[in-house]
């Protein structure tokens, strides 16, 4: 069984925007990016970066989100993202969108919702390109096996965050075959 180690934290790139502001959580520190009116990318990163949120009409409604979020009050988030990625990403993280709080997606669902049943591994690779954590609630996809797969904010807090959700995970160390024991059946359906 393999063992994951401490993950590396995802590049920021420019086209993210000027504006940042850092959100403490129980996972590590959240930083969101983004320009005045929009966030671009929400993502997991160790470390403080410098905060630049005078501009950002967004900062304080964003950080009373997520520490609603993570106190388990808070199941729909309500803010101005526009991630930038290809049509193809687009469509996959609107559809990431549509997957309720405390329910679960595999690759093949995802694929088949968006009316491309044969593009599973298009779909996984717009899941982690997904430049919007939690949000865009792409910790909510697993495999068909119900095994926790990758996450770019590590395969432990994707555990974390099932378990907030209401899932329970395999006792022991969390690995990539760790698995969802516990969760809701449903259809994942998209409208």
């Given at each position: 069984?393999?063992v994951l180690?401490?993950h590396?934290?995802e590049?920021?790139?420019?086209?993210?925007?000027?504006?940042?502001?850092?959100v403490?959580?129980?996972?590590g520190?959240?930083?969101?990016?983004?320009?005045k009116?929009?966030?671009r990318?929400?993502?997991?990163?160790?470390?403080?970066?410098?905060q630049?949120?005078d501009?950002?009409?967004?900062a304080d409604?964003?950080r009373?989100?997520?520490?609603?979020?993570?106190?388990?009050?808070?199941?729909?988030?309500?803010l101005?993202?526009?991630?930038?990625?290809?049509?193809?990403?687009?469509?996959?993280?609107?559809?990431?969108?549509?997957?309720p709080?405390?329910?679960?997606?595999s690759?093949q669902?995802?694929?088949?919702?968006?009316?491309?049943?044969?593009?599973?591994r298009?779909?996984?690779?717009?899941?982690?390109?997904?430049?919007?954590?939690?949000?865009?609630?792409?910790?909510?996809?697993?495999?068909?096996?119900?095994?926790l797969?990758?996450?770019?904010?590590?395969?432990?807090?994707?555990a974390?965050?099932l378990?907030?959700?209401?899932?329970?995970?395999?006792a022991?160390e969390?690995t990539?075959?760790?698995k969802?024991?516990d969760?809701?059946?449903?259809?994942?359906?998209?409208?």
């Open positions: 069984m393999p180690h401490a590396t934290p590049k920021i790139t420019q086209q993210e925007g000027p504006v940042c502001l850092v403490a959580s129980p996972w520190d959240i930083v969101i990016r983004g320009e009116d929009v966030i990318s929400i993502r997991f990163q160790p470390g403080q970066v410098n630049n949120t501009i950002a009409v967004w409604h964003c009373q989100q997520f520490t609603a979020y993570c106190c388990g009050e808070l199941q729909t988030f309500d101005p993202i526009k991630p930038i990625g290809t049509d193809f990403q687009q469509q996959v993280w609107l559809a990431l969108q549509k997957i709080y405390g329910e679960l997606s690759y669902q995802l694929a088949e919702a968006i009316g491309n049943p044969g593009s599973v298009a779909v996984a690779s717009a899941n982690a390109r997904n430049p919007i954590s939690l949000v865009v609630p792409c910790h909510r996809v697993i495999g068909s096996d119900n095994a797969r990758g996450y770019a904010g590590g395969i432990e807090t994707k974390k965050l378990e907030l959700e209401g899932h329970q995970i395999q022991g969390i990539l075959t760790s969802v024991l969760h809701r059946q449903t259809e994942f359906e998209l409208r």
